[in-house]
């Protein structure tokens, strides 16, 4: 909690650098928050009528958008790379992809351009820390997805459904491969391989709906075309 906290603490701050610690935490918080917001409006059907999202999701997304941009900034420099390499969330799919590992490499271990290594523990980062770090974004990941997914088939909202399904085939491309990746990251061989099966079966069930989505988007062209 002392790093989302922190985080929101250097609100503006787009200077300097920020450990894997430091953005992974913040972002399991930050991600875990918005969707129990998200939850909450779908229960008391909070959710405007030309926009998916309700009050409370809608609030917490416009505060946390700054921080969030700033943390990442700061990520981004630990590792060497400008800020702008954020944008490369706006190249479709593989752009997203490209950042992501970015945001998941080690920092550099000197000082660089940007400032001092922000390790004050040590130069070198704890294994078992990382480690522990990333399986909680692996496991948030999984959760999350899931309840999103479980969610947003009981919302009866006609605007929710429609953005829903427009995003959601894109979305579990992308998700389907964080998981896969971030196994990789895992310095623990033995706790890899499980978490590298989960990612996989999670992987192989979203290329399924994906093809069965485009097989029937297909039948359905031919039958009226």
Sequence with gaps: MNWYLKVFRDYFNIEGRARRSEYW?????????ATILFIIDAIFRLSLNFFPFGW???LYAVTSFVPSIAVTVRRLHDVGKSGWM?????????GGIWLFILL???GDSQKNEYG???KFESKDED???????IQLV???TLINVLIYKVVAEFINSEVFYKFYKSINYPS??????VPITLSFALKDKNKRLPFLILGSIYFLYTMKEVFDTLKELLYNWYLFS
């Design 127 to 133: 294994c078992s820390n990382a480690d522990y770090i």
């Design 56 to 58: 409370f999701c809608i």
């Design 104 to 106: 998941i490499l080690n």
């Design 25 to 33: 935490m913040f972002s399991l918080y930050n991600f875990s928050f």
């Design 138 to 140: 692996l496991i948030s």
């Design 116 to 118: 001092e290594n922000p």
């Design 86 to 94: 954020i944008l490369l969330c706006l190249i479709p799919f593989f």
């Design 172 to 177: 579990l491309l992308f998700w389907s491969i």
